[in-house]
């Protein structure tokens, strides 16, 4: 088998015909009342945002889309359930279905009780979670029906500051706001998910239904500034066309449990490890058939990859942001021929055996006018998970859409390129 073989069943960029799409237009109207979009107000539309992965988790519909599964609310309720149920079963199984949001927060239901009694905060009351910001400054949004008496006292108990303001309350370090960066090993606390880890006394924003917190008292302090603003001005949920065609449009195209909103360097990557293990007479003649076929894509601004639910049926989409509807147009036609012929660097199968054994099939790609943008919308159908078991465990809800977010975060989206690289 000669390299360009090799290098094609790894990598599989290329097709051999592009086989055209017929591809529609539909227009989605900006709205400002879908969930995703209320939080995207207030995130600050500034370069470290939009430099930033933003993951999005709308914990209870994620438990709601699972049939059965145990309404539970609170801890008392998680306490008093019957954990030989089905209804308990199948909560757990829609719980192992989270792939976004922060990982120290809403999966952390293992030490809900422990957390409660350090924080306050109730974590089956969350609803959704919003994150942006790279560390240190990671910041969480998270929305839903909390005691703000209790978490306000409970902080107070552990050396926090309030700083009352209206309805709202800031609480920080004795030492200040920005003294949330600072670690100190001897105050090192597990249950307390909001910097415990790191022993840090970050600050945190309460307001009705709110709870705001980042280690970096300046990235909070943004939003903060948001929530206060009536017109919200400044923010990706109002500023930001890319983001607002977005969200607008996974607002509208179904119940949307999770997503991940990326900057186009995130998922326009190429493994070129291949490449650069080949002698320099290997790579010219591989990087010659590749280029003899490659159909490359214009550039794009913004990248979805969400899941959602409609109906009887779950979607994942991977939606691409442009100015231009000609390019949108162009991407809907060569994206999935390299769909088909890409071949997972991690799992070493073609992408689309890996879409099937989860019982799930391409839909094909689309062209949606949203705003003044226009998206080329991929999508992947598969039925919702039901009672199915394996070894007398109930499926985990979203395992299709874990199969995309593990792509992004292991750069196996070499499908989504919108050029070859040069290799020296």
């Given at each position: 088998m000669s390299y360009s073989s090799v290098f094609r069943r790894i990598c599989a960029l290329v097709c051999v015909v592009l086989v055209s799409l017929a591809c529609f237009a539909p227009v989605y109207a900006q709205t400002t009342t879908n969930p995703l979009l209320d939080l995207l107000k207030f995130v600050p539309n500034t370069a470290m945002a939009l430099q930033s992965e933003i993951s999005y988790l709308d914990f209870r519909a994620l438990i709601e889309s699972r049939s059965g599964a145990a309404d539970i609310r609170s801890v008392a309720d998680w306490l008093a359930a019957d954990r030989d149920s089905d209804s308990f079963g199948l909560f757990m199984a829609a719980l192992l279905g989270i792939s976004a949001g922060d990982g120290d927060i809403v999966v952390s239901y293992n030490r809900a009780e422990e957390i409660l009694a350090?924080?306050?905060?109730?974590?089956?009351?969350?609803?959704?979670?919003?994150?942006?910001?790279?560390?240190?400054?990671?910041?969480?949004?998270?929305?839903?029906?909390?005691?703000?008496?209790?978490?306000?006292?409970?902080?107070?108990?552990?050396?926090?500051?309030?700083?009352?303001?209206?309805?709202?309350?800031?609480?920080?370090?004795?030492?200040?706001?920005?003294?949330?960066?600072?670690?100190?090993?001897?105050?090192?606390?597990?249950?307390?998910?909001?910097?415990?880890?790191?022993?840090?006394?970050?600050?945190?924003?309460?307001?009705?239904?709110?709870?705001?917190?980042?280690?970096?008292?300046?990235?909070?302090?943004?939003?903060?500034?948001?929530y206060k603003s009536a017109s919200k001005s400044g923010s990706l949920g109002v500023d930001n066309p890319d983001y607002v065609a977005l969200a607008d449009y996974l607002g509208v195209a179904g119940t949307l449990l999770q997503a991940y909103l990326l900057p186009a360097s995130f998922v326009d990557t190429f493994d070129v490890g291949m490449l650069t293990r080949l002698t320099p007479e290997q790579r010219e003649r591989v990087l010659k058939e590749l280029a003899a076929d490659f159909q490359p894509i214009a550039a794009y601004s913004l990248v979805g990859i969400a899941h959602s639910v409609s109906g009887a049926e779950q979607l994942v989409t991977v939606t691409l942001v442009y100015d231009q509807e000609a390019d949108a147009q162009a991407a809907a036609e060569i994206l999935p021929d390299r769909l088909r012929s890409y071949v997972s660097l991690v799992a070493r199968r073609p992408l689309l055996d890996l879409i099937e054994d989860r019982g799930a099939a391409f839909d094909g790609a689309t062209v949606v006018e949203s705003g003044d943008r226009y998206l080329t919308v991929l999508t992947f159908r598969a039925p919702l998970e039901g009672d199915q078991q394996i070894d007398g465990r109930y499926v985990a809800s979203g395992i299709l859409f874990r199969l995309f977010s593990n792509a992004w975060l292991t750069r196996d989206t070499g499908w989504l390129v919108t050029t070859l690289p040069e290799v020296k």
């Open positions: 350090a924080t306050g905060v109730d974590l089956f009351a969350i609803e959704r979670e919003l994150t942006f910001a790279a560390p240190p400054a990671n910041t969480t949004l998270l929305s839903g029906a909390f005691d703000l008496g209790s978490i306000e006292a409970a902080f107070l108990a552990h050396d926090y500051v309030s700083q009352p303001q209206g309805d709202t309350t800031l609480l920080c370090s004795p030492n200040g706001c920005d003294d949330g960066l600072r670690i100190d090993l001897k105050k090192i606390d597990p249950a307390n998910p909001f910097g415990g880890k790191l022993g840090r006394l970050e600050p945190i924003f309460l307001a009705p239904g709110y709870l705001f917190n980042s280690a970096d008292s300046s990235v909070l302090s943004q939003s903060v500034g948001l």
